[in-house]
């Protein structure tokens, strides 16, 4: 394999990126009705000519021909579409491009050329802004200014141009991130530049509409995505200034808030007011009228009280105890206007299901609101008793809001419930003190005694507990039922509807039911698994365990009720009884023993009972999918209850000839599941039995699976194993492993004995299957086993001479995409499984498959993806486990095995480059600790390794690799530093006095100078700096070298101002200097030369 090649295609940064030109989801779609196509109508020849002509700067721009161009790109087809877009992009790659974005904005008259012009100056703004003349920035800056002004200032002009205004908007966002925020750099390149643009903000209203949305992206620009955009000292700077000239930017939305009638300036005002409360000074927001003024003003008005939700839901997220009483004003002023909009006696879930799409993102904005003060603040509520009304009142809407059937909905809620029920639970944990599981509410008749409680159980006892309201709203009057509501609020005891009861009605899908309800009704088989409803189970499950413990008496009672209701019919539902197994099955453990015995016995009797009552196919499938998914979530109870466990098991075995698609797989599920929890009873002999229940099953194994497919064949066959894996008795477990083998391996010797008579019968492609579905039991076989199995199956299979032939076959093998990638991946497993057993054997597999394969993988990234992954991950597994050996190879092959790693992290493919960093982190680990071969090898290798990670972390395709690329490099720059290498990596500098680490940071800044000749001396100095004195914390190290991905991408002038190096080169020798504090807390780690003169006593 050739030598790495070095920084390739990096010494240059092109002007502008390679993307398309404009995409089709943010351009404007307007058709080219203005632009004249007769020019692009003629042959490809004339089409070149002109393009050449539109290329040529040292003539006069044809707006037209560059409007017939566009239009071409836009609507044309074929080759003419292409080489519209190699012209325009050539166009827009040219160094003086920009100087013709005036005159193309001025004159052309189709939106698409403007739009095409604007990415002109955006890509100048991004790479080239500090190398233009400041003269030349300003007038920029001035004429982008006039053009927002000139078209916002009309109201239909917005209207009209609303693209082309947002693209202008963005780029003086790009202008102002680029420029200094302040008085002196310019009257409109900065915050208070917007908000006062031409001094007409407060005069013309949608000029001040305009300004409020730049304002907007100015904030989500430095704010929310300056990650990796600018620098870390740059995104300090401007948060600072904004935050300290947001007087001016706080007065104008003041002014607009209190006097516009105007209600578009108004919702932008509130938007871009969302944006900023984030990060404002906290005086702006609890020491003004603000929150009264959300609250009063704008909260009761539909136009605006979902913008203004969401600035409490911002406001409610912050932490500053010093605003306690204006965070309890907040609640009790936005509560009191809430039930004016939203009366207490409201069904919010047919009001939503009713509701417009503005008044559901009410109802979710009011679910965030709740859950978020609730969660923050609640606390503050709870201690106050005349605000106890107010707390209860927000929790009834929020039990209202967790009934609406929007699943993100009830996630935010969710997320809050699950947060109170667990913080209650650990107050007093499970069986503290009385070893007994705990209750809130209820009658104290019902309490064990001595059972612990907490005034905040207390307090949130009536929500947690389920009390039906019998009456209806048709049953009362209106007055009546609104008394009635009033009474819940002042007796938390009647609250209407309750948690328990919801989450129990409302219970996720469980990963192992696979029997379900398609949307035309039909029960089938889910063969796609729902990731996100599996995450809502599993979050509703730790919810639900949580509200049982804290009372599993009303759990119980819900659930007992919720089941009679499923068996008299009253309620009968498949997503009723789904819902209720879901949630019985959710809550094994959380009872104890002789309750769970209980309340399961009358569970599963009623569920057969149902079985047997309910008539037609899919009815019998849902109830079957139900009675197994519940039988094995509750393995405890099967072990102590043997007759119960035989027969549900028999059950089981019933569903495996059940049709209905799903039954089979799911009884197969459960089989295994409880073959591997309750293993040894299956066994022994039980209590009135003769034999133990594993000699039926193997009886009638072949009875059993008769109707089974044979993927549902191989999960029965590993159930088994792992019962008989149980026996202790060696003598009969060969007995049953015998008895267990003895049906596959009879079909396998009557194939393989027909097979000896005529080979064509392996031709057969019914034999060939019989033999994979053969192997794939013993696999199973194995893996619940193990070594056992082999006596049984032993005889049957292959020796070993000729299952090595297979590997020899792979290097002989002359056609490469013939060899087998599987023969990789079985090494790889072995040296796993063997570890530093194998070490010396390490050179035989390397002379078997390394250099065939690598012959195979090194000429591109694409080819034989699957001998690829594999061959790395055999290289991870040598490097892990056997990593002696490659010290013992000869160098050729240790240089071919390094070069074989750099190439792996250089791959597009992510996993493959992703296991390549890993494998190098690990050597470059494990030869840390060799001292006689790290020092030969940081000497041949160290400054190669450097350079090739320096190229992989520069290549925007790697950029998802940047975590494990920085704690590579830290490692790297943390053993030079640390004096770790000890002989020259350059022996030639020894003798002028030249240590390690002023190498390596020469070498560094000489290869990222020359890399990428736009940087400054400083900026590289600092940037080398940084990596020596940050490579102990990880994340900071990272975040620097995102810091210089952000430099390569921009060129500079002499004015480097903007990049803030001496800020920091200031942060680097804090850095440096925590570090250094650090290691001087360690005798002895400091030389004595380095040790300041006031310690040296």
């Known amino acids: 394999m050739s030598a790495p090649e070095p920084l390739k295609q990096l010494s240059q940064i092109p002007m502008t990126g390679s993307a398309p030109l404009v995409s089709a989801l943010d351009s404007p779609k307007s058709v080219c009705k203005q632009a004249p196509t007769a020019a692009v109508n003629g042959s490809m020849n004339a089409l070149s000519e002109q393009a050449a002509r539109l290329l040529d700067f040292s003539q006069k721009l044809d707006i037209n021909l560059l409007d017939s161009v566009v239009c071409c790109m836009y609507t044309g087809e074929g080759p003419q579409q292409r080489l519209a877009q190699e012209v325009l992009t050539t166009l827009k790659e040219h160094p003086e491009a920009w100087t013709r974005v005036d005159t193309i904005l001025e004159f052309s008259k189709n939106q698409q050329t403007k739009y095409y012009a604007l990415q002109i100056l955006e890509n100048v703004i991004k790479t080239r802004w500090r190398v233009l003349p400041r003269n030349q920035c300003e007038g920029i800056k001035k004429y982008i200014v006039g053009l927002i002004i000139k078209t916002s200032s009309d109201p239909e002009s917005i209207d009209r141009e609303r693209v082309y205004l947002n693209k202008l908007n963005m780029i003086l966002v790009q202008v102002c991130a680029f420029c200094r925020f302040s008085s002196v750099s310019g009257p409109r390149t900065g915050p208070r530049s917007s908000a006062t643009s031409s001094g007409a903000s407060k005069t013309n209203e949608s000029l001040c509409q305009n300004n409020m949305i730049i304002l907007k992206l100015l904030s989500e620009e430095v704010f929310d995505f300056s990650s990796g955009q600018m620098t870390q000292a740059k995104a300090k700077h401007l948060k600072d200034t904004m935050c300290n000239e947001f007087s001016h930017i706080f007065q104008l939305c003041q002014f607009v808030m209190e006097n516009s009638q105007n209600a578009l300036l108004v919702h932008a005002t509130l938007e871009t007011l969302l944006r900023f409360l984030n990060w404002i000074p906290l005086g702006y927001i609890f020491e003004t009228k603000l929150i009264s003024t959300l ?36 609640f009790t002023q936005t509560m009191a206007q809430l039930e004016q909009m939203l009366p207490p006696t409201t069904v919010i879930k047919e009001a939503y299901s009713n509701g417009q799409d503005d008044e559901q993102k009410f109802i979710q904005n009011l679910s965030l609101f709740l859950c978020t003060y609730l969660k923050e603040h609640g606390a503050l509520i709870e201690k106050r008793a005349d605000l ?29 419930w699950n947060a109170l029920a667990s913080d209650l639970y650990r107050e007093i944990p499970y069986g503290l003190g009385t070893g007994a599981p705990l209750y809130v509410g209820g009658e104290p008749a019902r309490r064990s005694p001595g059972s612990p409680q907490s005034a905040r159980r207390l307090l949130y006892g009536p929500v947690l507990t389920k009390q039906k309201l019998l009456l209806t709203q048709f049953e009362l009057g209106s007055f009546a039922l609104k008394l009635m509501m009033r009474l819940f609020f002042l007796s938390p005891s009647l609250l209407l509807l309750q948690l328990r009861y919801i989450m129990i009605g409302r219970m996720a899908k469980p990963e192992e039911v696979i029997v379900v309800e398609n949307e035309q009704g039909e029960v089938v088989r889910e063969f796609m698994k729902d990731t996100d409803a599996i995450q809502l189970y599993k979050n509703m499950r730790e919810t639900l365990v949580y509200l049982t413990h804290l009372d599993y008496l009303d759990t119980e009672r819900i659930m007992t009720e919720k089941l009679h209701f499923q068996v008299n019919g009253t309620e009968w539902s498949w997503k009723n009884l789904n819902t209720l197994c879901w949630a019985i099955g959710s809550i094994s453990g959380a009872m104890h023993e002789e309750d769970e015995k209980r309340f399961l016995v009358t569970v599963i009797k009623d569920l057969l009972g149902l079985c047997e009552q309910k008539r037609g196919k899919d009815n019998k499938a849902i109830i079957a999918s139900n009675i197994m998914y519940v039988v094995g979530q509750y393995p405890r109870f099967l072990r102590a209850h043997w007759k119960f466990l035989k027969t549900v098991v028999n059950k089981l075995f019933e569903f495996m000839h059940e049709t209905h698609e799903g039954v089979q797989d799911m009884a197969c599920d459960t089989f295994i599941k409880i073959a591997q929890k309750c293993r040894r009873h299956f066994v022994q002999v039980q209590v009135g039995e003769a034999v133990p229940f594993i000699e039926e099953i193997l009886a009638n194994m072949s009875s059993i699976i008769y109707d089974l497919q044979p993927q549902q064949v191989h999960t029965f066959c590993e159930a088994v194993g792992y019962m008989i894996s149980a026996q202790a008795d060696q003598a009969q477990q060969e007995r049953l492993v015998d008895r267990y083998m003895l049906l596959p391996n009879q079909v396998w010797d009557d194939i393989i004995k027909q097979a000896s008579k005529n080979v064509d019968v392996l031709k057969d492609p019914d034999a060939v299957r019989q033999l994979g579905n053969i192997l794939k039991t013993n696999v199973r076989a194995c893996k619940a086993l193990g070594h056992p199995v082999c006596n049984a199956a032993g005889p049957h299979l292959p020796g070993h001479a000729e299952c090595l032939q297979v590997l020899l076959d792979y290097q002989r093998c002359t056609v490469p995409a013939a060899r087998e990638p599987e023969v990789l991946s079985a090494m790889s497993m072995i040296v796993h499984r063997l570890e530093g057993f194998i070490t010396c054997e390490i050179p035989k597999i390397f002379d078997a498959v390394f250099e065939c ?57 992510r996993n493959v480059a992703d296991v390549g960093l890993q494998i190098l982190y690990q050597l470059l680990q494990n030869i840390g600790q060799e001292d006689v071969a790290s020092q030969s090898f940081y000497q041949t290798y160290y400054t190669d390794i450097m350079q090739h990670l320096f190229s992989v972390v520069t290549d925007t395709s790697h950029t998802a690799g940047l975590s494990m690329q920085a704690s590579i490099l830290a490692y790297m720059f943390s053993i030079v530093e640390a004096n770790k290498v000890t002989v020259p990596l350059n022996p030639t500098m020894q003798a002028n006095g030249i240590t390690n680490v002023v ?13 990428f000749s736009h940087l400054s001396d400083a900026q590289v100095k600092i940037t080398v700096q940084g990596f020596f004195n940050l490579n102990q914390d990880i994340q900071a190290f990272k975040e620097h070298l995102r810091d210089f991905l952000v430099q390569i991408r921009e060129y500079t002038g002499e004015d480097d101002s903007d990049l803030f190096l001496e800020e920091r080169e200031a942060a680097l020798r804090q850095a440096e200097e925590e570090k250094r504090k650090i290691r001087m807390l360690v005798p002895g780690i400091l030389n004595p030369h380095e040790i300041p003169e006031e310690m040296q006593d």
């Not at 107010?390 to 969710?414: D, G, M, P, Q, T």
């Not at 040598?878 to 010290?887: G, N």
């Not at 071919?896 to 250089?906: E, H, N, P, T, Y």
């Not at 190498?999 to 000489?1006: C, I, K, P």
Request: charged fraction near 20%; hydrophobic fraction near 50%; charge should be negative.
């Open 295 to 330: 609250i009063y003003k704008f909260l009761n008005v539909p136009l605006f009280r979902n913008v203004t939700l969401k600035c409490l839901t911002e406001i409610s997220g912050v932490n500053a105890s010093h605003y306690d009483e204006m965070f309890v004003l907040l």
């Open 388 to 416: 106890l009304e107010v707390l209860h009142a927000a929790l009834h809407y929020l039990l209202l809001i967790s009934e609406v059937e929007e699943v993100e909905i009830f996630k935010i809620c969710l997320e809050y």
């Open 853 to 909: 394969t690598l012959s195979m993988i090194n000429k591109d990234f694409e080819e034989f993806p699957e001998h690829r992954t594999n061959f790395f991950l055999l290289l991870q597994a040598v490097v892990t486990h056997c990593f002696p050996a490659l010290l013992n190879i000869p160098p050729a092959q240790f240089k071919l095995v390094l070069d074989s790693i750099i190439w792996a992290f250089k791959h597009t493919m």
């Open 999 to 1011: 190498y390596v940071q020469d070498f560094v800044a000489n290869l990222l100078k020359t890399a």
